[in-house]
């Protein structure tokens, strides 16, 4: 089986393209804005432009915009191959990239909006451990109970939180097969870890 994996929830944007459990092709970009205009292309660029009979696609959280192009896209194809389309948790990713490099449990902090930082404690084996949160760095610090600390905000926030060891670590789908299958979802509903800045008037009674 073709699977197709892609990650633009953050500031890096990431396609893969596997056979069964062996990666083909694949390359993760750090690119902060413009995922609208690169996911494509970058799906485009792999072997046979990426046609799969499965696609996994972050829900976030992260970036508004970059949950959305991601979801987006991989309905599309998904409509457009007649392949099966999942959803999988951004944090689950980092934290089972982590596996790699750390054996143990570990908490994920990642880039949130408005100064704050999303946070979420997993098991050694790579299942969240607490709710996901998006706390200020303060918060954020207090959240986090384990001593390696993972995601594009760990080292700053094992420097607030003043002991443990930090991973920079960004998501990319190059490692998408890392994850349990339990952790994957049929139902494409984005992860925005925070409420909505907009809300809908309350009607006048």
């Known amino acids: 089986m073709r699977i197709l994996a892609i990650d633009s929830a953050t500031e890096a944007c ?72 999942l959803g999988f948790p951004t944090l689950c990713l980092v934290a089972a990239m982590v596996q790699q490099q750390s054996q143990g449990p570990v908490s994920i902090c990642m880039t949130g909006g408005h100064g704050e930082w999303f946070v979420q404690n997993f098991a050694a084996d790579g299942f969240p451990r607490g709710e996901l949160l998006s706390r200020p760095p303060a918060e954020a610090a207090e959240a986090t109970v384990h001593e390696t600390v993972a995601g594009s905000q760990s080292g700053a926030l094992i420097a607030r939180r003043g002991h443990g060891r930090a991973l920079s670590v960004l998501p990319d789908a190059r490692h998408a097969m890392r994850l349990s299958g339990e952790l994957l979802s049929r139902r494409l509903s984005p992860i925005y870890g925070r409420a909505p800045d907009a809300r809908v008037p309350e009607r006048a009674v």
């Open 14 to 85: 990431s396609v893969a393209l596997f056979d069964g459990d062996t990666l083909i092709a694949g390359q993760c970009e750090v690119i902060g804005r413009g995922h609208a205009e690169r996911l494509v292309p970058m799906i485009a660029d792999l072997p046979g432009q990426g046609r799969a009979d499965r696609i996994l696609v972050s829900m976030g959280p992260g970036s508004f915009t970059g949950v959305r192009i991601g979801l987006a896209a991989a309905r599309a194809l998904g409509l457009a191959w007649q392949a099966e389309v």
